[in-house]
Every structure is written in structure tokens, then in C-alpha cells.
């Protein structure tokens, strides 16, 4: 079946350290997208990226790091410079950033700072 | 003003009811609009995508869009306890000069359909 798949489910991290979480696709689309949700606040673009090997900035990109290496997988990795950490992270993708099609979510990952 | 808008509910309504959700969007250049439905703790699920203007059925789900008031609803006939999540309407919004498409997402209505 072709998908997002987002790993792990449940992420528990400690001040000051640096997180990665995953994201795969199998559904051959260009685009990716990483974003935050916060109770009340809605989804919130962290970065997106159109084409392997290049990624832009969303709304609330401070703090958070990601790579493009193979069309298949974003990665985002939470620094120990975003503040605010604790929150729903989901991965998206569409066919392609250009076009404006259809965007498909992942399960998310849900992030807890102790 | 926002961009998407929708009243975050809750909605309660009895199983059986036609439920009616609603978003207003304030850029008249939207031309494409989707429909999601999520549940506590779940990723968002595509229910319908839509262009301009005019109605687009799917089993049980109805979309809605109306350019000329920039209203887009979503009606759900015969409701279902299952049917209780939070609903989300979004839109590609408009080309940036970059040529990217940044979505535009509403902050959810949850809906509860009882029993």
C-alpha cells in the first residue's frame, strides 16, 4: 500500500538534546512537507521541500533542521535550540510543490520535553 | 484575518443528523480546496479535494464551494458516531513568485456525532 510512514509514534526528549524524527514515502511524490500542530493553533509549515537535495524554509522554521537525500525521506531534526518543543509533528507530501495538488499526511509523531 | 477560517465547535449533533462545516477564505484567487478529517491523536485523512465553484459528492460527504461569497462547507448526510474528529478545510492558496504552493490550512472544527 502506498503511504507516509512517520517514526516514532512517541518521542520523549531531555533539554538539550537534539531529536530526528522520520519520515518515508512511497508514493513517488516530489514534494515534502514538515508541520507542527499546537491545540488551538492549527498546522503550522516548518519546512518544505520540492525536489531531492534542496528544502525552504516554512513559517517556524527556527529551532528545526532538515535534510533531503533521497526523494523518499525528509528528515527533521528538533535542535536544543527550539524552545517550545513539546507538540503533534506531521509529515505531508504532494505530487509535486509547483502544481498545488492533493497533500497527504503521515500519522505524526507526538514529542514530549521532560 | 486569516487566510482559511472555521469555527473550532464543538459541534454535537444526534447520529442520523446531516452535519453542515464551513470554512471562509479571504483570497479570491483560491481555486482549489481540500477537506480532512482527524482523529484524536491521528494523522490528517484527505475526504474530498475540490475546484472553484459548485458541489462534489462522495458516499455519505458533499463538498461545497462558493466563489462569489468565499464560503466552502462540507455536508455529512446520515451521521456516525465514527464520524466524530475534528474536520480541517485547507487550500493550495496561490503561486508564489517562487513558484511554490504554501497550503493553507483552517484550525479544525471537532464534531461530535452521539450515540
Known amino acids: 500500500d502506498g503511504g507516509i510512514t512517520q517514526s516514532p509514534k512517541y518521542l520523549f526528549r531531555k533539554e538539550g538534546q537534539n531529536v530526528t524524527l522520520s519520515c518515508e514515502q512511497n508514493?513517488?511524490?516530489?514534494?515534502m512537507y514538515w508541520y507542527r500542530q499546537d491545540p488551538g493553533q492549527g498546522l503550522r509549515l516548518i519546512y518544505y521541500s520540492q525536489i531531492v537535495n534542496d528544502f525552504q524554509k516554512g513559517d517556524i522554521a527556527e529551532g528545526y533542521s532538515v535534510s533531503r537525500e533521497k526523494k523518499e525521506s525528509f528528515p527533521l531534526t528538533v535542535t536544543s535550540a527550539q524552545k517550545n518543543p513539546t507538540a503533534f509533528y506531521l509529515c505531508?507530501?504532494?505530487?509535486?510543490?509547483?502544481?498545488?495538488?492533493?497533500?497527504?499526511f503521515g500519522p505524526g509523531t507526538r514529542l514530549t520535553v521532560l | 484575518q486569516k487566510e482559511v477560517e472555521q469555527d473550532p465547535g464543538p459541534l454535537s449533533v444526534p447520529e442520523g443528523a446531516i452535519v453542515s462545516l464551513n470554512c471562509t477564505y479571504s483570497?479570491?484567487?483560491?481555486?482549489?480546496f481540500m477537506w480532512y478529517r482527524q482523529y484524536s491523536r491521528k494523522g490528517p485523512e484527505l475526504l474530498m479535494y475540490?475546484?472553484?465553484?459548485g458541489n462534489k459528492e462522495d458516499g455519505r460527504f458533499t463538498a461545497q464551494v462558493d466563489k462569489s461569497s468565499k464560503y466552502i462547507s462540507l455536508f455529512i448526510r446520515d451521521s456516525q458516531p465514527s464520524d466524530s474528529a475534528t474536520y480541517l478545510c485547507a487550500s493550495p492558496g496561490t503561486m508564489a513568485t517562487s513558484g511554490t504552493y504554501k497550503y493553507i490550512f483552517g484550525t479544525g472544527t471537532r464534531l461530535k456525532v452521539l450515540a
Open positions: 475540490t475546484y472553484s465553484s
Open positions: 505531508a507530501s504532494s505530487k509535486g510543490v509547483y502544481s498545488g495538488n492533493e497533500q497527504f
Open positions: 508514493l513517488n511524490h516530489d514534494a
Open positions: 483570497n479570491s484567487a483560491f481555486q482549489y
